[in-house]
């Protein structure tokens, strides 16, 4: 039995092999545990294996490499169409398998176990923020049923939250205040956490020649800096910076038929934290621009031409090209005189 290409339909206790020959002949179907799908793999001779970029693939990816096999990760919603009548675990694998040998397909680049780890930590920071919106927005209305409210922002709430607690004349009652001090404790905490967080990244972040460079970009931070380099690599898998905005979402959606195009407004594909960063980087920006009257930017110029929220979505689509250009190429930023 002698397999060229192999795809893998991988779950968490299950994982469902199909494999064919060179002549595309189906050689192996199996189906096989958690404790021996490594085992079986590694005695198998190097082929092409195919898998869905889906939990766990990275981690499979890297193994099999090591075993010298050609590993490749597709998008899920690009296997699907490969799918022949129901779905199954087996029909799955076969899908994959068929999918990976195209010679159109688009891959996902495997991630390294450091890329992967910065990548957990923005997505701890971004759940402990999510969750400290949460509690104070809990906490507030809270309060607001016994007639307390308090000025917006979270510095007004530490500092006027433990006066409140405090004053006996208003109408919380006992239970109130012990349940309202126990959420305050929380929200410490929740930013305490955030903070060892952000040292962690910004550590990182010093020590990536890289990231440093990126960061040069206006309108762009350490946050952004870091997912950059930790999501993208080298930014090899993209052809061009077009390709890479059109990734994150950032290039007009087209439903173009019988010769006429139709642009309409962005794709919102792709990686929806990547283009937070770096829309809320575009809108800091408008802010430094708009306060120092920076008359000599294409951005500034966009500004006076545009409604706000489509120049800044202009601006992040740009940062996101020059942003790969200077990942892939190594380069330093250089500032472009205004169009």
């Not at 999501?231 to 990734?247: I, L, N, P, R, Y």
């Not at 929220?309 to 200077?326: D, H, K, Y």
Request: proline content about 4%; aromatic content about 8%; overall charge positive.
């Amino acid at each position: 039995m002698q397999v060229s290409t192999l795809g893998i339909d991988l779950a968490k206790n299950v994982f469902q092999l199909h494999g064919v020959d060179n002549s595309g002949k189906t050689v192996l179907r199996k189906r096989l545990t958690r404790n021996a799908f490594l085992p079986f793999l590694a005695q198998l001779s190097p082929c092409l294996i195919g898998m869905e970029a889906c939990a766990s693939a990275h981690h499979f990816a890297r193994r099999l490499m090591q075993y010298g096999h050609q590993v490749r990760l597709m998008p899920p919603s690009y296997v699907k169409p490969y799918v022949k009548r129901d779905k199954t675990d087996a029909r799955d694998a076969e899908a994959i398998c068929e999918a990976v040998a195209r010679p159109n397909m688009r891959f996902v680049a495997v991630k390294s176990e450091t890329q992967q780890a910065i990548l957990a930590l923005h997505t701890e920071r971004d759940l402990l923020i999510r969750e400290r919106v949460a509690s104070t927005n809990s906490l507030r209305a809270m309060l607001a049923e016994f007639g307390v409210v308090m000025e917006t922002g979270l510095s007004a709430l530490y500092k006027t939250l433990p006066v409140i607690l405090e004053d006996g004349e208003n109408a919380l009652t006992a239970l109130t205040r012990r349940s309202a001090a126990r959420q305050l404790a929380h929200l410490r905490e929740l930013e305490h956490q955030i903070a060892e967080v952000e040292r962690e990244l910004n550590a990182w972040f010093h020590s990536q020649e890289a990231c440093r460079r990126l960061e040069k970009v206006p309108g762009v931070g350490m946050l952004t800096a870091t997912y950059m380099v930790a999501a993208v690599g080298d930014g090899s898998q993209f052809t061009s910076s077009k390709q890479f905005a059109a990734w994150v979402g950032l290039t007009p959606k087209e439903h173009s038929s019988g010769g006429k195009q139709w642009l309409g407004p962005i794709s919102k594909r792709g990686d929806r934290y990547f283009r937070y960063l770096l829309i809320h980087g575009a809108r800091a920006l408008a802010a430094v621009i708009e306060r120092h009257r920076d008359k000599q930017t294409w951005f500034y110029s966009l500004l006076k031409r545009k409604p706000f929220n489509v120049a800044v979505v202009a601006q992040a689509g740009r940062t996101a090209r020059i942003l790969w250009s200077m990942l892939r190429g190594g380069s330093e930023y250089r500032e472009v005189a205004p169009v």
